[in-house]
């Protein structure tokens, strides 16, 4: 709220009584220079970065991630089994045409922070696209054919999938305490989730492939925010017009006929349009997370352990009717 208040202030703030004589002339100076001061903050890649971190913190990040996935799993289940939408990477599509457009408006008003001056090369943009369609598109689809508990535990796998990728890649260690109270947790939810794990073939064979992809994009986006100076908004305009791309490309392959066909009433349209908005929380909460935290493996395990605590409780019928 304290950083909503600051932009606000900056914005329509005119301060006549410190005006300087000379400009009295001129009403609107003081107005603008309050509007360069936050377009100043907000575009320079550094002066982002340090706002970003100065008014959500690591924890503060978490949480926001936290409350936002476990919203988007029981609205994105609730769509696909009650709701009848039975399309997963299409529905990601629409997720990320949504927060392709919100970004949008954000960028026509200047409040898009600005990227930094070392962009990133088109093979990185090219490979960011890539695997976060991957990753996402795979992980609707095997929440359609799995359960939460499935779909949570197919999620704790990350977790040492990180450290070994982290160990190859960076060389990166953790220490040995960390590693077994996160083994701790991670088994502790597997073991209390065995009563949900309600899946098929195709479901197991998608969740698998999903880990992978999954892994390698925390990792992606976890180093680049912190070494490159990218904040989480500026990095997802970037790649967001890839993975929307990929998307579509996948949807023949993954998705039955008939999207087009759809009941699309005020109801299903208005339930999907709200997790298309979660689903774009949940892209800059999980890159503001990843932006922050040394290592995605602690973030994955807690995010699963609150997810795990909310799947417990099952979905409530949708009432058609006749």
Same mark, same amino acid.
């Given at each position: 709220?304290?950083?909503?208040?600051?932009?606000f202030?900056?914005l329509?703030?005119k301060?006549v009584g410190?005006?300087?004589?000379?400009d009295?002339?001129?009403?609107?100076?003081?107005l603008?220079?309050?509007?360069a001061s936050?377009?100043?903050?907000?575009h320079?890649s550094?002066s982002?970065?340090?706002?970003?971190?100065r008014?959500?913190? %690591?924890?503060?990040a /978490?949480?926001?991630n936290?409350?936002?996935?476990?919203? *988007?799993? =029981?609205?994105?289940?609730?769509? !696909?089994?009650?709701?009848?939408?039975?399309?997963?990477?299409?529905?990601?599509?629409?997720?990320?045409?949504v927060?392709?457009?919100?970004?949008?408006?954000?960028?026509?008003?200047?409040?898009?922070?600005?990227?930094p001056?070392s962009?990133?090369?088109?093979?990185s943009?090219?490979?960011?696209?890539?695997?976060?369609?991957?990753?996402?598109?795979?992980?609707?689809?095997s929440?359609?054919?799995?359960s939460v508990?499935?779909?949570q535990m197919?999620?704790?796998?990350?977790? %040492?999938?990180?450290v /070994?990728?982290?160990?190859?890649?960076?060389k990166?260690? *953790?220490? =040995?305490s960390?590693v077994?109270? !996160?083994t701790?947790?991670?088994?502790?939810?597997?073991v209390?989730?065995?009563?949900?794990?309600?899946f098929?073939?195709?479901?197991a064979?998608?969740a698998?492939?999903?880990?992978?992809?999954?892994a390698?994009?925390?990792?992606?986006?976890?180093?680049?925010?912190?070494?490159?100076?990218w904040?989480?908004?500026?990095l997802?305009w970037?790649?967001t017009?890839?993975t929307f791309?990929?998307?579509v490309?996948m949807?023949?392959f993954?998705?039955?006929p008939?999207?087009?066909?759809f009941?699309?009433?005020?109801s299903?349209?208005?339930?999907?349009?709200?997790?298309a908005?979660?689903?774009f929380?949940?892209?800059?909460?999980s890159?503001?997370?990843?932006?922050n935290?040394?290592?995605?493996?602690?973030?994955?395990?807690?995010?699963?352990?609150?997810?795990f605590?909310f799947s417990?409780?099952?979905?409530?019928?949708?009432?058609?009717g006749?």
């Open positions: 709220m304290q950083h909503i208040r600051q932009i202030g900056l329509f703030s301060d410190k005006q300087n004589p000379n009295v002339a001129k009403p609107g100076r003081g603008q220079s309050n509007q936050l377009f100043g903050m907000l320079s550094e982002a970065k340090r706002q970003q971190r008014f959500c913190g %690591p924890f503060a /978490l949480t926001f936290l409350v936002v996935a476990v919203g *988007i799993i =029981f609205m994105n289940k609730w769509i !696909l089994k009650n709701v009848g939408f039975q399309y997963p990477v299409f529905l990601t599509v629409i997720h990320y045409a927060s392709w457009a919100l970004m949008a408006i954000l960028n026509i008003f200047s409040i898009l922070p600005a990227s001056s962009n990133l090369a088109p093979l943009l090219f490979t960011f696209g890539f695997v976060n369609s991957v990753s996402t598109g795979l992980a609707n689809v929440l359609k054919y799995n508990g499935f779909y197919a999620k704790i796998a990350i977790t %040492p999938l990180i /070994l990728m982290e160990f190859i890649w960076y990166k260690i *953790i220490a =040995f960390k077994i109270a !996160l701790i947790v991670s088994v502790g939810v597997a209390a989730t065995v009563t949900d794990l309600q098929s073939l195709f479901g064979c998608i698998l492939a999903w880990i992978i992809p999954s390698v994009n925390k990792i992606l986006w976890s180093n680049v925010q912190q070494q490159e100076n904040t989480a908004l500026a997802m970037k790649t017009p890839i791309f990929f998307l490309f949807i023949p993954l998705d039955p008939g999207a087009l066909a009941h699309w009433s005020f299903n349209t208005a339930a999907i349009l709200m997790s908005f979660l689903g929380l949940l892209q800059w909460s890159a503001l997370t990843l932006g935290w040394t290592w995605g493996g602690r973030f994955v395990v807690l995010r699963c352990v609150l997810g605590v417990k409780t099952n979905l409530p019928p949708l009432r058609r006749a």
